[in-house]
């Protein structure tokens, strides 16, 4: 999977501090911690599925995105770099994840996440909102970096 080879390259902003990798023969999973805002999460998945099944685990993801949105009205970023198009969703209102996104090379590859803010931190707008702008342009930088 070389969508896989440098993605710490989500730091656009240099703020992600902590990169945990997991991997087995088909996903790598990436967790980037940004201790600067109070240890929220970006939870990243990079999948290599059958090009059979790439519709129907697509489907899944965005299922996932609605739910996880609920009744929240969710801004859409499209991202396309020639090789991956994808989507980054963001939910302000969403009370755990306020960004989701979704990428494919529509042909054996899905890279899909969300970004957790801790419960401790606060609900005001004012003061997270910077915080879920950042990482968004974390996130758009990764799909455009994706080959």
């Known amino acids: 999977m070389e969508?896989?080879?440098?993605?710490?390259?989500?730091?656009?902003?240099?703020?992600?501090?902590?990169?945990?990798?997991?991997?087995?023969?088909n996903a790598v999973w990436v967790d980037i911690v940004y201790g600067?805002?109070?240890?929220?999460?970006?939870?990243?998945?990079i999948q290599s599925v059958d090009k059979y099944d790439l519709a129907a685990d697509m489907a899944g993801r965005m299922q996932r995105i609605e739910m996880n949105i609920g009744g929240n009205k969710p801004q859409v970023v499209e991202v396309s770099n020639g090789k991956f198009e994808g989507?980054?969703?963001?939910?302000?209102?969403?009370?755990?994840t306020p960004l989701q996104f979704l990428a494919t090379d529509n042909k054996s590859v899905i890279v899909y996440g969300?970004?957790?803010?801790?419960?401790?931190?606060s609900k005001d707008v004012e003061m997270f909102l910077p915080v879920i702008n950042s990482v968004e342009n974390d996130i758009i930088k990764l799909i455009s970096d994706l080959d």
Do not use: W
Request: a positive charge; charged letters at 15%.
């Open 3 to 25: 969508a896989t080879q440098n993605i710490a390259r989500v730091m656009a902003n240099c703020q992600g501090d902590t990169v945990v990798i997991k991997k087995n023969k």
């Open 36 to 45: 600067i805002y109070s240890g929220a999460v970006l939870h990243l998945t």
């Open 87 to 96: 989507i980054v969703v963001k939910a302000v209102s969403a009370n755990v």
């Open 114 to 121: 969300s970004f957790e803010m801790p419960e401790s931190y």
